[in-house]
């Protein structure tokens, strides 16, 4: 009798075990929210520092706006770049969509020019650094079938692979996330040979208003031999964005009262 007790007694404790376990896709669908959707809206300040093969640098500054039309879903973003002055005046708007390509804008002043970005487009240099355009707004978990390849005791680890691989310019690549907060800590990139030659992690995470942020990132070309160091500064959540900032002739006109340097 003793051990029939002491079987179901393991049995209840590995069976509620067993039910806290997270399928892949909630694993994905948490790290996603944690990277995109916090808050209602953001606000963010970052300092990008792009470095050549031979080791020059060049920095790009600029003002971050985030709208969460729906958690997980559509969203809004608005990009006004600052520094230096070759990129000065340029802005970006994207309208991210659940389920279809999302509608991307660039505003060139040099040119006095708003130039409609392609879907296919989304897979390349963002204002010339290593960071793709696709990295800013986050590429939609729709797109990728995901599959846990490993699962420790600090980390998952998601191998992504996209649903139609003509596309994209990679065969698959893969997310280390934290089990303690959902941050994606690291993602690596595999070419259609099977090749690392893209990663893009994350440095410094800190706490901001009860949501952990990554603060400091970096984005790697190991094929061209650089980087881009991207560092996150006066960040807020819930300030008050309108809807209709993030339109097409706020481009030209851009927010000034949420760009202040």
């Keep these: 009798m003793r051990k029939i007790l002491v079987f179901l007694v393991a049995l209840f404790f590995a ?17 996603n929210n944690r990277s995109y959707y916090q808050g209602k809206d953001g606000r963010a300040k970052a300092t990008m520092v792009v470095t050549d ?18 958690e997980g879903g559509d969203q809004k973003y608005f990009v006004y770049f600052h520094k230096p002055n070759d990129v000065k005046g340029m802005s970006y708007i994207v ?43 986050g590429r939609s978990i729709d797109l ?3 599959e846990l390849t490993s699962n420790d005791a600090a980390y998952y680890t998601v191998k992504n692979t996209p649903s139609d691989a003509a596309l994209v310019e990679f065969s698959y690549y893969t997310v280390k996330i934290d089990k303690d907060n959902f941050v994606p800590m690291k993602a690596e990139y595999f070419d259609k040979s099977g090749k690392l030659y893209r990663t893009v992690e994350a440095l410094e995470v800190k706490d901001i208003q009860g949501y952990p942020t990554v603060i400091k990132m970096k984005a790697t070309d190991l094929n061209a031999n650089s980087n881009t160091i ?9 300030v008050g964005l309108k809807d209709d900032i993030f339109t097409e002739r706020f481009l030209r ?8 340097e």
Excluded: C
């Excluded at 067993?18 to 694993?27: D, H, Y």
């Design 15 to 31: 069976g509620n075990a067993w039910a806290e376990e997270l399928s892949v896709n909630e694993i994905v669908s948490k790290a």
């Design 253 to 260: 006109t851009p927010p000034q009262q949420w760009l202040k």
């Design 230 to 238: 991207t560092e996150f500064s006066d960040i807020t959540y819930d």
């Design 53 to 70: 093969s031979q080791g020059r640098t060049r920095q790009r500054q600029l003002t971050i706006l985030k709208l969460n039309i729906q």
């Design 144 to 146: 990728d079938t995901h």
């Design 95 to 137: 309208w991210k969509h659940a389920g279809k390509d999302d509608d991307r804008w660039l505003y060139l002043p040099a040119m006095d020019l708003v130039r409609r970005i392609a879907a296919s487009d989304k897979r390349t240099s963002f204002a010339g650094t290593t960071f793709l355009y696709e990295d800013i707004s």
